[in-house]
């Protein structure tokens, strides 16, 4: 047999009708009597062994519980070939007590028939309704059982129901918010990265489920998919209800009887039949003789060697059932408590880290702001003191422009010890330059200046009178005689020899009248 990459049991938490734990504005509280119009046609007069069964195997755009689903394209294509599929117990395919024979489609919720042409593109949920028989020669008590889960009067009424199996080799994923299962809204992931990306969040990969607080994710069965068969079970994964049997009325239920009238004709059977009968009803643990009875068990204490010959393994299996479900349900308690105390740290933890990523920010964007800040100070201050030192350049030294750009282009980047080295040594180049010091030059210049002006006045003033006197003298020199005595040694000099000894006359002209 071809071995499938996938392969899927249908099955998960059990499902006690009347009413559904799980109804919503789709599912309908529909009675089995509408599943009876898709029975097998099957003369049950001449083929005493066979019990006609009618069911829904699935809701097709409806996920199940353990996470699957499948599209109505896929149905479409697929359905026909559950036929001559096995029927067994629990999924135990060394259990087959049956197969089936033929496949339908009807609305979900009400079992109205539909064809394979209106569910192709059919994105609402709808059913693949199948028809089958069971062996009774294989197991007749759980024929029994069929059938008095048909009994509305029963507590057993519709307590069992059918589950299938698929081998497929491809899926999607699909994404729907926490409590919707149809996925005509989902959002369809296809991408091959993508889904190798989510899938171990799928259920039948061990996750959880859920996407995130508020989507839940899902496997969609894809491309050559192949029915396996059904499993008859008390724990449907999908929202079906029931497996149906052609009664006439509430099937009575006979207990501690020797045989019923069934019985009767199947023990007519061939001997071959009968002696094969025997053999399975020997091996396999999960029939039970006709004399059991349905008991409900509350506690492992009522499980005794005596109860054990008395009643049914249906009840046991309820019990067992019942009790794994508490523990599972105690163990989900718990699980869902510590998961709600890890993501309340999570989320604190998370707002801790959010604010302090905030704080981080805000000392970051302070610190370059102050950081700015001193930059600019620092930038202000060397600003002002350029323009200090150019101003005392200025001040002091007459410059012109080319002399103020070699200035400052020197100056610029000094420190105050560097400036004050520098300046002392301009002080020294630039002497000529010093205001003070041309000031200081120009005033001396001009003092000797107006003292020279003055002393030339009075030079001129004074040769002026110089020349009257000696102009005077030398009026009064012309009309004096003078006699000289023949004794005089040396002659007096003249009046002319005296001031031309006195004065330098080279500048002036005299003149003897």
């Not at 509408?34 to 006609?52: A, G, H, M, Q, S």
């Not at 099937?251 to 023990?267: G, H, Y």
């Not at 370059?368 to 200025?394: G, H, I, P, T, Y």
């Not at 041309?438 to 200046?449: D, H, L, N, V």
């Amino acid at each position: 047999m071809k071995k499938h990459k996938f392969e899927s049991i249908f099955a998960n938490i059990k499902i006690r009708p009347v009413v559904s734990e799980e109804k919503d504005k789709y599912l309908s509280l529909a009675s089995i009597n509408k599943l009876r119009k898709f029975l097998p046609d099957i003369n049950t007069e001449d083929n005493v062994d066979l019990l006609p069964i009618a069911f829904d195997a699935c809701v097709v755009n409806r996920v199940n519980k353990n996470g699957d689903v499948m599209d109505g394209a896929t149905a479409a294509k697929v359905t026909k070939n559950f036929v001559n599929k096995p029927i067994n117990i629990e999924h135990n395919r060394t259990q087959v007590i049956g197969c089936i024979v033929s496949a339908n489609f009807s609305k979900f919720g009400s079992n109205e028939s539909l064809a394979e042409l209106d569910v192709k593109d059919m994105k609402a949920p709808f059913n693949i309704t199948l028809g089958g028989v069971i062996w009774k020669v294989v197991n007749k008590d759980l024929a029994e059982q069929i059938e008095e889960s048909n009994d509305p009067t029963s507590e057993n009424y519709m307590s069992i129901s059918a589950s299938w199996e698929l081998g497929f080799n491809d899926y999607n994923l699909v994404v729907l918010d926490n409590g919707e299962k149809n996925i005509e809204n989902a959002e369809v992931i296809s991408d091959a990265k993508e889904i190798e990306k989510y899938s171990d969040k799928l259920r039948s990969n061990g996750g959880t489920g859920k996407l995130d607080n508020n989507k839940s994710i899902y496997r969609q069965v894809l491309g050559k998919v192949v029915p396996l068969g059904i499993g008859l079970t008390l724990n449907p994964a999908a929202d079906v209800q029931g497996v149906a049997v052609q009664t006439e009325g509430p099937v009575e239920l006979k207990i501690n009887e020797n045989q019923s009238s069934e019985e009767e004709k199947i023990e007519e059977l061939p001997l071959e039949d009968k002696a094969s009968e025997n053999n399975i009803s020997q091996e396999d643990t999960l029939n039970v003789k006709k004399e059991r009875i349905y008991m409900k068990i509350t506690k492992i204490e009522d499980i005794t060697d005596t109860l054990l010959k008395e009643v049914t393994a249906s009840s046991i299996a309820e019990f067992v059932a019942e009790e794994i479900k508490k523990a599972n349900d105690q163990f989900l308690a718990e699980k869902s408590e510590k998961e709600n105390e890890l993501k309340a740290a999570n989320e604190k933890a998370a707002v801790l880290a959010s604010e302090q990523e905030v704080v981080k920010k805000q000392l970051e964007e302070l610190t370059q702001k102050l950081a700015s800040l001193e930059a600019e100070k620092v930038a202000k201050a060397q600003e002002e003191a350029f323009n200090m030192r150019m101003a005392s350049f200025d001040e002091e030294y007459e410059l012109n422009d080319d002399e103020r750009k070699v200035l400052a282009a020197d100056i610029k980047d000094m420190n105050d010890e560097s400036f004050s080295a520098y300046k002392n040594k301009m002080a020294i180049m630039m002497k000529d330059k010093n205001k003070e010091a041309k000031k200081a030059k120009m005033e001396k210049e001009q003092k000797m200046k107006a003292s020279e002006e003055v002393k030339a006045s009075e030079e001129v003033a004074q040769i002026s009178t110089t020349q009257e006197v000696v102009e005077q003298a030398v009026d009064n020199g012309s009309k004096a005689s003078v006699e000289i005595p023949n004794s005089a040694p040396v002659a007096e000099p003249t009046i002319r020899e005296k001031y031309a000894k006195a004065f330098d006359l080279s500048g002036f002209e005299i003149v003897n009248k």
